[in-house]
């Protein structure tokens, strides 16, 4: 059974760093394509970013562009998802999904395997 869970977030203040993590059970992690998604109150999913099946990572969301490290745990074969200089408009539920294809979406319709989500909350 492939299930993800989302771990590592919190309440942080701004400026502060973070770094969430998703382990997965039932599937390799080298054959699925992965991503990170959020969704903040009020407003629709968005990408974060994604690491296809190559290791090739990309970033989607203008505003953390240039503030988040998506990377591979390859000793717990997890995927790390760091922000830096953390904001207000970071708070939001961080999911990460995966999906058995070669290269990774933005488009969280393209997933099949989600985790519960992790809330991040930023604030002084």
């Known amino acids: 059974q492939i299930q993800l869970v989302e771990s590592g977030g919190g309440l942080v203040q701004p400026g502060q760093s973070l770094k969430l993590s998703c382990t997965k059970s039932?599937?390799?992690?080298?054959?699925?394509?992965v991503a990170w998604f959020r969704q903040a109150p009020g407003k629709g999913r968005e990408a974060v970013g994604c690491?296809?099946?190559?290791?090739?990572?990309?970033y989607f969301a203008t505003s953390v562009k240039g503030r988040a490290t998506i990377s591979r745990d390859t000793i717990n074969d997890s995927l790390l998802l760091h922000i830096y200089n953390l904001n207000p408009e970071d708070t939001a539920v961080y999911y990460c999904?995966?999906?058995?294809?070669?290269?990774?979406?933005?488009?969280?319709?393209?997933?099949?395997?989600w985790g519960q989500g992790t809330q991040v909350t930023v604030s002084s």
């Open positions: 039932g599937f390799v992690l080298d054959y699925y394509a």
């Open positions: 999904a995966a999906s058995a294809m070669q290269y990774c979406s933005e488009y969280g319709a393209e997933y099949t395997y």
């Open positions: 690491m296809s099946r190559n290791h090739g990572v990309e």
